[in-house]
């Protein structure tokens, strides 16, 4: 059974920092992207960042130079590193997997990230 579990978001002011983590279980690690994604309130889910298998990366042209994927595949986690966070990154983060062959994806369940003073 594959699950997907997400941590470490919360409330922080403008400017600050957060690292979010996603735990994998159930899959061949290696054989998935991983991605995250957020939906903030009334808008549509985005992709945020993805890095494929060999540690490639792609991020949606708001975080650049602001957020960082990055995976563990011993310890079959993945991560978000969250710098300069701003109101309009306020949303839901979930954390996606994808099979590099068959396409099929997971979800978890999402963390919620809000950023306010």
């Known amino acids: 059974q594959v699950q997907l579990v997400e941590s470490g978001g919360g409330l922080v002011q403008p400017g600050g920092s957060l690292r979010l983590s996603c735990a994998a279980s159930?899959?061949?690690?290696?054989?998935?992207?991983m991605a995250w994604y957020r939906q903030a309130p009334g808008k549509q889910r985005e992709l945020v960042a993805r890095?494929?298998?060999?540690?490639?990366?792609n991020y949606v042209d708001s975080v650049k130079g602001r957020f960082t994927i990055s995976r563990d595949s011993a310890k079959k986690m993945v991560y978000l590193q969250m710098n300069s966070l701003q109101p309009e990154d306020t949303a839901v983060y979930f954390c996606?997997?994808?099979?590099?062959?068959?396409?099929?994806?997971?979800w978890g369940q999402g963390t919620q990230v809000t950023v306010s003073s």
């Open positions: 996606n997997v994808q099979h590099t062959i068959t396409r099929r994806d997971y």
């Open positions: 159930g899959i061949s690690f290696m054989l998935y992207f």
């Open positions: 890095i494929t298998t060999g540690g490639s990366t």
